[in-house]
């Protein structure tokens, strides 16, 4: 687990809590020790993290993009610093263009990431991205956490799962739960 201070207190938790194969260091030990790397930081943070870690450390290998480019103005919804046109999906690949970017687990909590226990069955994991085998890799992850994926598409696709969020984060404010997923149901 990589973070600005290799020593703070919840690196050192967690590093604690998930057994003797787990490390801590910095944005920069941590990507450069990866074979996979999962940008899980708040969305304004994932450029700056990227910075921290080297973008050339980046180079090859799978990136799972787990950010959401949200904001919490005072007295309104959540909403997105960018979309439509662009999103934090396409930056981030931007920013390290020879990573193999593919946009998943942005739809959901983070307590959810493994084993989705939900009663009416699992949700759907929504991914996105430009490199099939990365995808593939992703969807294998996936499988094994208790996810069915549903491939979007190219790293475009981002755009609209970035608003997904908002639209879940929306739905767990009014329910005043945030046990809530998404199933894309079929016929």
Do not use: Y
Request: some cysteine; overall charge neutral.
């Amino acid at each position: 687990m990589g973070a600005r201070d290799a020593n703070n207190d919840k690196a050192r938790e967690w590093t604690a809590a998930n057994g003797p194969n787990a490390s801590h260091g910095t944005f920069a030990e941590a990507a450069g020790f990866g074979e996979l790397i999962v940008l899980a930081v708040l969305g304004q943070a994932g450029t700056e993290a990227i910075d921290r870690a080297g973008p050339s450390q980046f180079a090859g290998k799978v990136v799972i993009d787990a950010m959401n480019p949200l904001e919490f103005p005072p007295g309104a919804p959540p909403q997105l610093f960018v979309g439509h046109t662009d999103s934090l999906g396409e930056q981030v690949q931007r920013k390290v263009p020879a990573a193999r970017v593919v946009k998943a687990f942005n739809t959901v909590g983070n307590s959810f990431f493994v084993k989705p226990d939900f009663p009416d069955g699992p949700p759907d994991m929504f991914i996105c991205g430009n490199d099939g085998s990365a995808k593939k890799i992703v969807v294998d992850i996936l499988e094994k956490f208790g996810w069915p994926a549903i491939d979007i598409g190219r790293i475009e696709g981002a755009r609209v799962l970035e608003p997904l969020c908002v639209l879940w984060v929306l739905a767990c404010m009014s329910t005043g739960s945030w046990t809530r997923a998404f199933k894309l149901l079929k016929k």
